[in-house]
């Protein structure tokens, strides 16, 4: 079975957190060369947890939090039993695999599968194919995620080396957020009154919020490190609603991965990383022992309208002293503090986006779509919809907050869209129009855009042939405000050629588009009052869900679905769904 990477919070604070993974799970040193099956079973259970001296029961897997690991080798099957002990429906989506032919192992609740209910089992049974490097699992449904989650570490395939020189240890570092409300219900009341939702208590780094919070000294994330050393960070963005930026004070950073996939390293002293995303840095330690502790700090990058988490998150990085009193000497050392950009620091953003790039070499090329057969252009913001009668709501002028895509706010079904799409029995559950382009076109992001802010609902889709090649541009609205979106979509890496400021113009942009090297992604962010576009070939089949990875923008329907139909050769085609596949 799989090991947790993550001791207890007591633990942490005395135990080498940053081991060499080879180290705790052994039998990925002595494991035969050819790709071989990992089986992990995941306990959906109740926890109690203390944080910030605030102690409440908490959705876990295998009572952890965050979760355990799953760690694997690029072409190993993996194959985990989820259990579910909790009185909560549960799904567990395995974010940025791309499910070649296992769509039924995706996850999203009513999107890929009816959702595990309690007492029952789901067995999730997938294949890594072409992927290596840092990836996450979390729940996907409803706001269970908040605790639900945990890192997917792919190792390259034996004998094969890392494009980049072989860091000394590894550390998964997860940013998350603390909530002493029960989040299931601070949604719950959110979707009833129509207003926006309560926000976090704190941020976390691997479950702990760190010494910036009140009753929370004790609770820090502590990485010790050798001087002259190299060490890979895998940073996961696993928190609800915020992009953090990142910094470790006094340390540069190299980053040579994004979502999975290698990238021409670059140097940076601050990164942003948006919910969904991850990033791979190379940690370069300093050759002597600084008498000196330094704080990892992260907190949000916001842009919206309303209310958010404006605190910051930390954990402190200590060098090994060679006494033996290094303990009480690292207690009593100053501790140096990183500069972060302002909260709203969009310019900022925007050049740390731009200095991604894939390596596009003979190893690892760029497989760019050169040409588009299908154009897409989706709005993405937020809007409102009417109150119901007899009903006060709190959302903008009396109404409820929703989002959309092209101005439809998209509304769950009740069973799920691959088993109605593979078994012919869509009438009812959903249609196939959804529209390619807004049907009413206005100034996206002017002051102004529009004076009826109403959207409209349904749960439609749009159907791709099989390896159709497919661009979408994703513009950003200020229907009521500018604001990021990090948007991802399932089964599918995709490759970010443009993005910019204000309204897209389709005759002037795709001029500038990168179609050499730009940056693969599962995830990307939607610039405030701007746009992005990607591009990729729809040769995976199955139902794929795009949405916004901010949970409040999903809650509110910022999200949509595609149908990739088959292909002509078996291994082009959708196999029936498992035995034990969940019922609604």
């Known amino acids: ?60 897997v295998n009572g952890k939090f965050p979760g355990p690991a799953i760690i694997a080798r690029e072409g190993d099957r993996v194959v985990v039993e989820v259990v579910n002990h909790v009185k909560n429906n549960v799904s567990i989506h395995w974010h940025g695999i791309r499910q070649i032919q296992s769509g039924w192992a995706d996850g999203p609740a009513y999107i890929t599968q009816c959702p595990i209910q309690t007492g029952q089992t789901y067995v999730y049974n997938f294949t890594i194919v072409g992927q290596r490097g840092t990836l996450f699992w979390h729940a996907h449904i409803s706001w269970l995620r908040a605790t639900l989650y945990g890192p997917i570490i792919i190792l390259p395939k034996h004998n094969v080396s890392y494009p980049f020189p072989k860091p000394f240890r590894e550390i998964p570092m997860l940013f998350g957020e603390w909530w002493n409300a029960d989040t299931e219900a601070v949604i719950t009341q959110a979707l009833q009154t129509g207003a926006a939702p309560n926000v976090s208590d704190a941020f976390t780094i691997n479950g702990l919020p760190g010494p910036l919070y009140n009753c929370s000294a004790k609770d820090t994330f502590k990485l010790k490190v050798k001087p002259g050393k190299t060490y890979l960070l895998r940073l996961i963005n696993a928190d609800m609603n915020d992009d953090l930026f990142f910094s470790i004070a006094n340390h540069t950073l190299t980053i040579v991965e994004a979502d999975a996939v290698y990238v021409k390293p670059f140097k940076t002293n601050i990164l942003l990383i948006a919910p969904g995303q991850t990033t791979n840095v190379l940690l370069k330690t300093k050759h002597h022992h600084p008498n000196v502790n330094f704080l990892m700090a992260a907190r949000p990058y916001f842009t919206g309208l309303g209310a958010f988490d404006n605190s910051t998150t930390a954990g402190i990085l200590e060098y090994e002293h060679p006494s033996n009193s290094s303990s009480t000497k690292s207690k009593s050392l100053p501790l140096l503090k990183p500069t972060l950009p302002a909260i709203n620091d969009t310019t900022f953003a925007a050049n740390f986006s731009n200095k991604f790039h894939s390596l596009a070499n003979a190893e690892f090329p760029a497989r760019v779509p050169q040409t588009v057969q299908k154009h897409f252009f989706f709005t993405v913001g937020l809007g409102s919809s009417p109150c119901p009668k007899n009903q006060t709501c709190q959302g903008p002028n009396g109404t409820k907050f929703a989002a959309t895509i092209n101005n439809i706010s998209f509304t769950l079904p009740t069973t799920a869209l691959l088993q109605a799409y593979f078994f012919g029995k869509s009438n009812g559950v959903y249609t196939t129009d959804f529209p390619c382009s807004p049907l009413f076109p206005f100034n996206y992001t002017g002051n102004n855009p529009l004076n009826n802010t109403m959207v409209s609902n349904g749960t439609k889709l749009v159907v791709l042939p099989f390896n159709t090649s497919v661009e979408v541009v994703l513009q950003d609205t200020s229907i009521l405000g500018a604001e990021s979106h990090p948007l991802h979509l399932h089964g599918y890496n995709f490759f970010v050629v443009g993005q910019g400021f204000g309204n897209f113009d389709p005759n002037k942009d795709p001029a500038n588009f990168n179609l050499v090297d730009p940056v693969e992604r599962n995830t990307i962010g939607v610039p405030p009052g701007g746009w992005v576009a990607i591009r990729f070939h729809a040769d995976n089949p199955g139902v794929w869900f795009m949405h916004c990875h901010f949970e409040v923008h999903l809650s509110w329907g910022l999200k949509m679905a595609w149908i990739v139909l088959d292909g002509k050769l078996p291994n082009q085609k959708l196999p029936p769904p498992p035995s034990d596949f969940p019922k609604c």
């Open 1 to 60: 079975m799989g090991a947790s990477l993550f001791p207890s919070a007591a633990f942490v604070g005395t135990f080498l957190f940053a081991m060499n993974l080879l180290c705790i799970i052994p039998e990925l040193a002595t494991a035969k060369q050819e790709p071989i099956t990992r089986h992990y079973k995941f306990d959906i259970r109740l926890q109690n947890v203390t944080r910030l001296c605030h102690t409440k029961s908490i959705v876990t």
